[in-house]
């Protein structure tokens, strides 16, 4: 039983260390090298969209809680009835 099991378990290793190595093999040819390029880019393009979305969703947030509008200048408020309201800065 013991000498079965080591030889299974030497088998088992060589097979990984042989496909781990091809991996290796492949990932370093020219074209392997440009297709790892072209993921990462990718995934920085993906990371950076995000970021953007949840910039802009966040901004807006803080714009709606501080009460300004797009533009910059204070936004009417809304009253607990759901009208609107000119603040003091609207009123000039």
């Known amino acids: 039983m013991s000498r079965t099991l080591w030889f299974a378990a030497g088998a088992a290793s060589s097979l990984y260390a042989m496909v781990k190595a091809r991996r ?3 990932a370093l040819t020219p074209d392997g090298l440009r297709d790892r390029l072209a993921g990462l880019t990718l995934g920085l393009h993906l990371v950076s969209d995000e970021v953007r979305s ?3 969703v966040k901004e807006n947030e803080l714009r709606h809680r501080v009460g300004l509008g797009l533009d910059g ?4 408020a809304l009253e607990a009835g ?7 800065e609207g009123n000039h």
């Open 73 to 76: 200048r204070q936004a009417p």
């Open 82 to 88: 759901g009208t609107l309201e000119m603040t003091r």
């Open 54 to 56: 949840e910039m802009a």
């Open 24 to 26: 290796a093999k492949e």
